[in-house]
């Protein structure tokens, strides 16, 4: 198993409808901009917070206001977010292998993503990816065995799809919501690629398979 750590990933400046941001404003002033002049005179900051990354509060901001629709549809919080999330990431990366669907012994899955080429240090073989939103700290994921211990379940769905592809990686792209939950408070979006081996992969596979006939046998009692 080897893992390239987290490097940042940039969200596109896009609205909640998906457009470039600024396109199609109408001419003339706007109330955001009355409103941020009058925070100055007020004394406020309104300066992007030290170390955040570019646009991202915006970002979630706008995939907020999409969560909440689902989640007035009856969707769960934790779910929501996680689609709103996957929504902005599948529009802004064009070049990928979008609605893939994977069978194997009788077992189906449905990876986000393939990538036909992502290169990382000069590696230019093809990997799937997987979007993520979590409320959870990213410091549970700082290091490849907190990674993989902490968000055991995200590892076994990805090794499982791998195995199912014929692939033996995963690029995730996760949001962080809360990032590490160190004041001030903000979110923050990384990427990083795993590479299994085969081995990993089959042993994966047969611990999942070993839950699912155990499952088929409750189902028929």
Partial sequence: MKWSGW?????AKMREDLTPFGEGRHPGRHISQILKRMKIAAGENVSAIPGEQDFLRPAVGFMWEYALELVAGGMTL???TEMAMKRVVLKQRQHIVKQLRLE???????????DPG???????????????ATWRSC????TMEGFADNFWAWQMQEKAYCK???LLKCRWIVLWVCGDYSR???????QCMFTWTQQELDDNWNALMMHADEMDEETQT
Avoid: V
Avoid at 118 to 130: G, K, M, P, Q, R
Avoid at 139 to 142: D, E, V, Y
């Fill in 184 to 190: 001030p408070i903000g979110p923050r979006t990384e």
């Fill in 78 to 80: 934790e779910d929501a």
């Fill in 164 to 166: 199912m592809a014929g």
């Fill in 7 to 11: 490097t940042p990933f940039e969200i």
């Fill in 139 to 142: 410091r549970k994921a700082q």
């Fill in 104 to 114: 194997l012994e009788s077992t189906h899955g449905t990876p986000d993503a393939l």
């Fill in 118 to 132: 992502w290169t990382l240090i000069n590696d230019t073989d093809a990997c799937l990816e997987s979007y993520k």
